[in-house]
T-cell receptor, first 116, second 111 residues
Framework: DAGVIQSPRHEVTEMGQEVTLRCKPISGHDYLFWYRQTMMRGLELLIYFNNNVPIDDSGMPEDRFSAKMPNASFSTLKIQPSEPRDSAVYFC??????????????FGEGSRLTVL | SQQGEEDPQALSIQEGENATMNCSYKTSINNLQWYRQNSGRGLVHLILIRSNEREKHSGRLRVTLDTSKKSSSLLITASRAADTASYFCAPMNSGYSTLTFGKGTMLLVSP
């Protein structure tokens, strides 16, 4: 398997622009997580899905952030409008829930966002 | 979910030396996982130790768990420059839950 695939790897945009980050989880995984990493706050869980349904979005910082999972193989994280403080590395991770599942997460390589 | 606290925040050693990182957590767990993050990359799962285990080995990695002290340690033996990375612990509560990460230990291994 190719692993969790994220795009774009790098995005530079100007304040006020819309940003869309994309994630393809590992085939067969039914949980998908979006994390954000900054030097100041470390790695924060933003939202996670189970079987394409958002389960907990309490980590989403503001209404400017939204996430969707239209099918089992694709998710987006959208920021509109973007602000400089949104600059961070955004990670997508996936795993599957099974009887013996340990909760191990498989991470993508991240999308580094810079908002000028 | 609960967050683990890694200690020290940064560790600098020479190649061939051993590196020890510690993790503390607050409430009972089902298992505890360690992850590595190389610069500019995503986190990679290293090893998992269950709450009924006290020690586990994987190659040059040795993990211990003391549930009475709510702490774990990760030992990397005979470190290499390629071990330079940030290391995170992630305690998992009983029952399925999300993983929450601390700020990690940044390990620098110099040749």
């Amino acid at each position: 398997d190719a692993g969790v695939i994220q795009s774009p790897r790098h995005e530079v945009t100007e304040m006020g622009q819309e940003v869309t980050l994309r994630c393809k989880p590992i085939s067969g995984h039914d949980y998908l997580f979006w994390y954000r990493q900054t030097m100041m706050r470390g790695l924060e869980l933003l939202i996670y899905f189970n079987n394409n349904v958002p389960i907990d979005d309490s980590g989403m910082p503001e209404d400017r952030f939204s996430a969707k999972m239209p099918n089992a193989s694709f998710s987006t994280l959208k920021i509109q409008p973007s602000e400089p403080r949104d600059s961070a590395v955004y990670f997508c991770a996936s795993n599957f829930r099974a009887q013996t599942n340990t909760g191990e997460l498989f991470f993508g390589e991240g999308s580094r966002l810079t908002v000028l | 979910s609960q967050q683990g606290e890694e200690d020290p925040q940064a560790l600098s050693i020479q190649e061939g030396e051993n590196a020890t990182m510690n993790c503390s957590y607050k409430t009972s767990i089902n298992n505890l996982q360690w992850y590595r993050q190389n610069s500019g990359r995503g986190l990679v799962h290293l090893i998992l130790i269950r709450s009924n285990e006290r020690e586990k080995h994987s190659g040059r990695l040795r993990v211990t768990l003391d549930t009475s002290k709510k702490s774990s340690s990760l030992l990397i033996t005979a470190s290499r420059a390629a071990d330079t990375a940030s290391y995170f612990c992630a305690p998992m509560n009983s029952g399925y839950s999300t993983l929450t990460f601390g700020k990690g230990t940044m390990l620098l291994v110099s040749p």
